[in-house]
């Protein structure tokens, strides 16, 4: 049985179906597959469904609601995004939200969140009062829990959270990304305030079913549980995260998800020991010993150094050869562009071969 835990006041499942990678062909969302995904995952107990208006080029939630339309409206919970980098005024903000409305097929939202919240998008929302517009929807009965979703500093996060009272918030999370953004210490305030959490990202975007063939042993030598199994399961043994966002792809996806929280226990201290041993392992099959101090910065040049040596590290730890490759062509800054005059590894606390390690850089991206 799909385990729920209490989400502002709500029984919502473990597990939440995260709607921004659906199966696709032609360029658009392969409905028959995702269909059958999204089917067996309400029958097995999943109720939230997680969406956003970007997603797939503005097709998930047509398609969200379209299939969530067949169900009883009580059975299920939809939350969806206002998407900050389109408003620019409050009613522009309130004819998005009612479109949102009419392409899920829905009178209320469930959970409605302010997307992809950072320092700048957070002035916007004071400077626009949309806090307290989205605030009179919930009044009226049009959102029942209102959130927001974070990609910044902690320090932001904590601005944010104690700005107003939140229902809830969505943030990264996982086992290696523990200092990153909110982090631990966003998962552990929200925890002391009685914020109920959502975690995304809880696989680092599949990064972390990636891993070498010598780090996933540390695994199997516990039990035969799938790497995904295992980082979405320490994501939930968090107690104030309420529910962990997976955005399937596939219906194995779905099957080793549903198996995961199935009854799930949170993991005890022999379980936790063996992934802190995996992100452990992880980071020393690290490039370089680059921490990001930007010592070495301004490279005459025009080479951002710690940025190529992050590129390196990502790909050195988890195996993924295809997405640093696209990260770096959209990088400024690349390492090709190095004269090799040396100056950065005069300076280099971390006593790195700046010049050689770029250079391995250019060969493996260029």
């Known amino acids: 049985m799909m385990t729920k835990r209490n989400m502002c006041g709500e029984s919502v499942s473990l597990l939440g179906f995260g709607c921004m990678r659906f ?5 658009k969302i392969d409905r028959e597959r995702a269909g059958e995904m999204l089917r067996l995952a309400y029958d097995s107990g999943v109720n939230y469904f997680d969406t956003a208006y970007p997603y797939h080029d503005g097709e998930s939630e047509e398609f969200v609601g379209q299939f969530l339309s067949q169900y009883p409206r009580d059975s299920f919970y939809i939350a969806t995004k206002l998407p900050m980098w389109a408003v620019d005024s409050r009613e522009k903000a309130v004819e998005i939200f009612e479109g949102q409305l009419k392409k899920l097929q829905i009178d209320h939202v469930d959970f409605y969140l302010f997307h992809a919240l950072n320092r700048d998008r ?20 049009k959102i029942r829990h209102l959130g927001f979703s974070f990609h910044d500093s902690y320090n932001v996060f904590e601005d944010i959270i104690n700005y107003r009272d939140w229902d809830f918030c969505q943030v990264q999370y996982n086992y290696m990304d523990t200092e990153y953004q909110a982090g631990r210490r966003g998962v552990k305030l929200c925890e002391e305030r ?6 995304m990202e809880p696989i680092r975007g ?9 780090i996933k042993s540390v695994f199997r030598e516990h039990d035969d549980r799938s790497p995904a199994a295992w ?13 962990v966002l997976s955005g399937m792809s596939a219906m194995e996806h779905v099957t080793d998800n549903l198996k995961t929280f199935d ?36 490279c005459p040049a025009g080479v951002d150094i710690p940025a190529n040596f992050a590129l390196m590290n990502e790909y050195a730890m988890f195996n993924d050869e295809g997405r640093a490759k696209r990260r770096y062509a959209d990088l400024d800054g690349k390492a090709e562009l190095c004269i090799k005059c040396g100056k950065c590894e005069n300076i280099c606390p971390q006593h790195i071969f700046i010049r050689d390690d770029l250079e391995k850089a250019v060969k493996l991206f260029g």
Request: aromatic fraction near 8%; glycine fraction near 6%; proline fraction near 2%.
């Open 263 to 298: 009854d799930f226990k949170v993991f005890d201290k022999s379980e936790l020991d063996t992934v802190e041993l995996v992100a452990e392992r992880v980071r020393q099959s690290r490039f370089n010993t680059c921490t990001k101090c930007r010592y070495c910065m301004p």
């Open 231 to 243: 980082a979405l399961g320490w994501v939930a043994s968090h107690e104030a995260i309420k529910t």
């Open 194 to 199: 009685k914020i109920s959490v959502i975690a």
């Open 122 to 141: 957070f002035e916007l929302i004071r400077k626009l009062g949309l806090y307290e517009l989205f605030d009179g929807l919930k009044k009226q009965g």
């Open 206 to 214: 599949g990064s972390l079913i990636n891993l070498r063939d010598d």
């Open 23 to 27: 199966p696709t062909r032609d360029g």
